[in-house]
């Protein structure tokens, strides 16, 4: 499963309170982040996210756990078992990418997407 293991001072509810819906466009896919929900005790956020590729949307939830260690783990919410397309890999990067550079002290611990933890292609 595409994750991302972010290492920093950054908690799952300063992700909930600092949300703002976006919308991105890159070689022609469209990723789109709406909604962010956060569970009863402040460790897990879900964001209601779609990434539409050739006119082919795929809807899903970007989970963001809090562990106890101080990490950040960003990844698909199981339910549902949206395919793990290369769209939905670029928009948990694009997501960790824009959590870093939010919060500057927040360092990649590890991904098996690394790759893709990088900014928007500009148009």
Known sequence: MPHVVLKGEMTAEDIWLA???????????????TECFISEDKKTV???????????????FLKIVQDDDGTLTLCMEKVGQTERADAVKRFIGLCAWQIMQAAPEVTLEKSNIADLVSPPKSA
């Open 19 to 33: 949300f703002q819906p976006l919308e991105l466009m890159e070689d022609g896919v469209v990723f789109k982040a």
């Open 46 to 60: 879900l964001v209601r996210s779609l990434v539409a590729e050739r006119e082919f949307p795929r809807s899903f």
